[in-house]
């Protein structure tokens, strides 16, 4: 699998084939970008999030981007996908199964997909409210990151990129991880990117289509961190910055038990797992649970030396109520 040309900049193109794409993009962003947007002739507003993602109304957004699209000639058209993780994962599986696969252009608008989503060519539909049921490996054949775009979405989003940053510099190097906790602002996080995105398509490159295994190290926080994130209703930075630190004591190496830039605290993690009722049924959720008894499941337990450990699910649950504890 070919990895994508990343281009960073500063503002939105004004240089840029809009004549040969279809725009699909999220309407949130036509307020403060609506000049750029409107320069594409053909454009497809949609509203980000889960619903979008479901096959379920595939159907109908197959026949408008069509419409959409008419007139175009297939050799020379490409997918602009203009929007958060949800609207990447929704306009690559439409690029990649739109008469057999047209070129597609990544433009991620929030730092999950800019840090990761736009990049290793994973693209997503949900089925009967299951996430990521149905995809496709299609990279971007381009992943513009643009400064602006990322800068929009406030302070509060930066928080929520901390852990997402902080598990891809984990996985990588002591020498990441330690420019990683350098980072103090939005503007510190954007000069990390190239830095952080290298360091995921290393990973990728390893198991471009999750055949040996080594891809799974990007799950690194997320089994109880989804768990968390789908019982307690938190963000999903959030319950990632939790999961990383169940992971990070239950490897019980030199970084547990310290306070880590981007994780949660002992105590936060102490007072989420005492609000978590029913953590089996929480786990239950994640569908790599429901297939397989056993799971892989990623320790840390130094900066740059991940590994892969099955374990069953009670012994998750047992760490979960020795950590409670604890
Ligand atoms: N393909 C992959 O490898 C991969 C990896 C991780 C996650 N994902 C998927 O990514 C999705 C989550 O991504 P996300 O958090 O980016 O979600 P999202 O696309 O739903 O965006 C989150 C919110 O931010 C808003 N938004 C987007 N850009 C903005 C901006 N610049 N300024 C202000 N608001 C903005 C959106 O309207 C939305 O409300 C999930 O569906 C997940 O499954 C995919
Ligand atoms: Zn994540």
């Not at 297939?74 to 306009?91: C, K, N, P, T, Y």
């Not at 990383?244 to 102490?270: C, H, N, S, V, Y």
């Amino acid at each position: 699998m070919k990895n994508s040309c990343v281009r960073f900049s500063t503002r939105l193109p004004s240089r840029f084939d809009f004549q040969n794409s279809v725009l699909i993009y999220d309407r949130v962003l036509e307020k403060k970008f609506g000049p750029w947007i409107r320069r594409f002739p053909r454009r497809y507003g949609v509203r980000s999030g889960e619903y979008l993602k479901a096959v379920e109304n595939f159907a109908g957004h197959a026949a408008a981007i069509s419409k959409v699209g008419e007139g175009l000639s297939v050799r020379e058209m490409q997918i602009v996908a203009l929007g958060g993780g949800s609207v990447g994962d929704f306009a690559g599986f439409v690029a990649s199964v739109f008469k057999r696969g047209v070129r597609l252009v990544h433009v991620p608008s929030t730092w999950l997909s800019a840090i990761d989503s736009a990049h290793g060519g994973k693209t997503a539909l949900n089925v009967g409210g299951i996430k990521n049921q149905i995809g496709t490996f299609y990279p971007a054949s381009e992943v513009l990151i643009c400064r602006d775009l990322l800068l929009n979405q406030g302070p509060a989003r930066f928080d929520d990129a901390k852990a997402e940053a902080a598990k891809v510099a984990l996985l990588t190097s002591a020498a990441l991880w330690t420019k990683t906790q350098k980072v103090r602002d939005e503007s510190g996080l954007f000069r990390l990117l190239p830095d952080l995105i290298r360091a995921k398509l290393k990973i990728v490159a390893l198991d471009p289509k999750e055949t040996s295994g080594h891809r799974h190290l990007l799950n690194f926080g997320h089994t109880v961190g989804h768990a968390l994130e789908s019982s307690l209703h938190l963000s999903h930075g959030e319950a990632v910055s939790l999961g990383l630190r169940f992971a990070i004591d239950w490897a019980g190496g030199a970084l547990a038990q310290k306070d880590l830039w981007g994780i949660a605290t002992r105590a936060q993690l102490r007072r989420a797992l005492a609000r978590l009722k029913n953590p089996a049924r929480a786990l239950a959720q994640d569908k790599k649970m429901v297939t397989n008894k056993r799971i892989r499941f990623i320790f840390v337990s130094r900066p740059g030396y991940p590994s892969i450990r099955e374990v069953s699910v009670s012994d998750i649950l047992a760490e979960i109520e020795r950590q409670k504890n604890a």
